[in-house]
């Protein structure tokens, strides 16, 4: 039995969670910053590294009495190492180390982009058959991978610019709607005519598996430009939301007829969007598909916890000298 405290601070949330043997969430309290950077429309990095100094000691120590469990019995500190934004890397970092430190258990950095990804594991009933192909939809990546185990991933596809959150994000802005705009895209399409425009989402040449999302904006872009007032949002998100998703659509379907699997697995913030989960299924009914629950989605430490057990088992602990990095593949 392993106790496993877990910690997030890559971004604009501050996690702490408890986690027993991979899969058992026994707390997971998470911090969002929303209403720090919503008047900036984005993440300002000193603001988000000031208020993970300010919240992440009483996030701990929710997420331990939560789980009722003392420090004490914590037999590994995890922690999410990369990728993320460098300032807010090293505050969950040095916490992690000083609890390593003063308890004297085990570190291990976890690889933030791997977490999303587990959480669509941890979450499933039975371990879904492998190979499987995992998608990571989130505001700062869109990976496709050939997972071959927990741990062993090869790269097949991912953005050469925007991340599919951060068009979704950076459309909204376009269309004057609050950030983070992936939710607020996905209740304004809800009522509008995903057909209204015809958009697409970018190919890369020679890469069938990358994903390209910077024209898609500029697409919108041009066809606010183009709209006489009053500008049609609803109609507008449907079509944008539509040409991402039937892209990121069809992407998995080709992976997963390649490598001839049907499992796929889907983690990361925009994977909370419901017309995905109901594209899929309609579009794809053949795959297995394992979706990371919505509370897993967004950022989270209980997908660092989690991961961290099987890792720790694969390869040990960490040393001190571990250090943040802004940018890692899939750990393989
Ligand atoms: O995984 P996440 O919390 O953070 C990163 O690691 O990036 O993802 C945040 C992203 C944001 O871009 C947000 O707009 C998007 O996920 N998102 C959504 C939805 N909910 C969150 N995108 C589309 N539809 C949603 N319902
Ligand atoms: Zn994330």
Not at 19 to 47: C, F, K, M, W
Request: with cysteine; proline share 7%.
């Amino acid at each position: 039995m392993m106790l496993v405290l877990g910690i997030e601070s890559t971004c604009d949330e501050t996690g702490c969670s408890v986690v027993r043997d991979g899969r058992e969430i026994l707390s997971n309290v998470i911090a969002s910053q929303i209403d720090l950077h919503t008047v900036y429309g984005g993440v300002v990095p000193e603001l988000a590294c000031r208020r993970h100094i300010d919240v992440l000691i009483p996030v701990l120590d929710q997420a331990l009495r939560e789980a009722q469990v003392s420090l004490e019995e914590i037999d590994l500190v995890a922690v999410a190492y990369g990728p993320g934004l460098i300032g807010a890397l090293w505050i969950g970092l040095e916490a992690a180390k000083a609890l390593s430190f003063v308890r004297n258990i085990p570190l291990i950095g976890i690889n933030h982009i791997e977490a999303h990804l587990y959480a669509a594991w941890m979450a499933a009933e039975e371990p879904p058959p492998l190979p499987a192909i995992g998608a990571v939809l989130s505001g700062g990546h869109t990976s496709l991978v050939l997972m071959e185990d927990v741990g062993s991933y090869r790269l097949i596809g991912q953005t050469v610019d925007d991340a599919v959150g951060e068009a979704f994000d950076k459309a909204a802005k376009l269309l004057h709607l609050p950030y983070p705009g992936g939710p607020f895209i996905e209740k304004h399409a809800r009522s509008g005519n995903p057909k209204a425009f015809p958009f697409k989402a970018g190919q890369v040449k020679g890469k069938p598996f990358h994903f390209s999302f910077s024209g898609l904006k500029t697409a919108l872009l041009y066809a606010i430009q183009k709209c006489s007032a009053p500008v049609p949002v609803d109609d507008l998100a449907a079509s944008f939301q539509e040409a991402a998703f039937r892209d990121i659509l069809s992407k998995i379907k080709l992976a997963a007829h390649e490598h001839r699997t049907k499992t796929v697995l889907i983690g990361g913030g925009v994977a909370q969007n419901q017309q995905l989960r109901k594209l899929l299924a309609q579009e794809a009914p053949d795959l297995q598909i394992f979706w990371a629950p919505p509370v897993l989605c967004g950022d989270n430490a209980a997908m660092i916890a989690g991961l961290a057990f099987p890792q720790y088992l694969k390869r040990g602990a960490d040393s001190f000298a571990l250090a943040p990095s802004t940018r890692i593949p899939f750990r393989v």
